[in-house]
């Protein structure tokens, strides 16, 4: 009898595409891990994109509300913005993502992402 290891051992990635901040200085995606399973979870990708440096970021996405996620060649799962005047970053999920709208604030530099209440 062998135990599926796909989902456990190695990660189920669904992720949205690829895009750029408004600022110009980050490559970005949600990654959404092991989606309907226990062990799922979701990642903000980041790439800087004069340094090449990449990040993984936690985010607190409510994805055990996702029952349904349509994949097509193009996903906007998530939209991703400089906050004005200041070095941090607004995460907000979309309607794609198929569950009431969650807001994040990001801070690319510690990695370190923290959910807004919805008022």
Known sequence: MNTP????LTEIVDSD??????????EY???LINLFQKNSQARLYVKNINTNEEKNIP????????SLLSIG???NWVKFER???S???LLNTTEEIRIEEERFVVDIETGASEK????
């Open 17 to 26: 595409s690829m895009k750029i901040t408004g600022d110009g200085k980050y």
């Open 73 to 75: 060649d193009v996903n």
């Open 59 to 66: 985010i607190d996405i409510a994805i055990k509300k996702i």
């Open 87 to 89: 070095d941090l970053y």
């Open 83 to 85: 906050i004005e005047g």
């Open 29 to 31: 995606q949600i990654n």
């Open 5 to 8: 290891t796909r989902g456990w």
């Open 116 to 119: 807004l209440n919805n008022e």
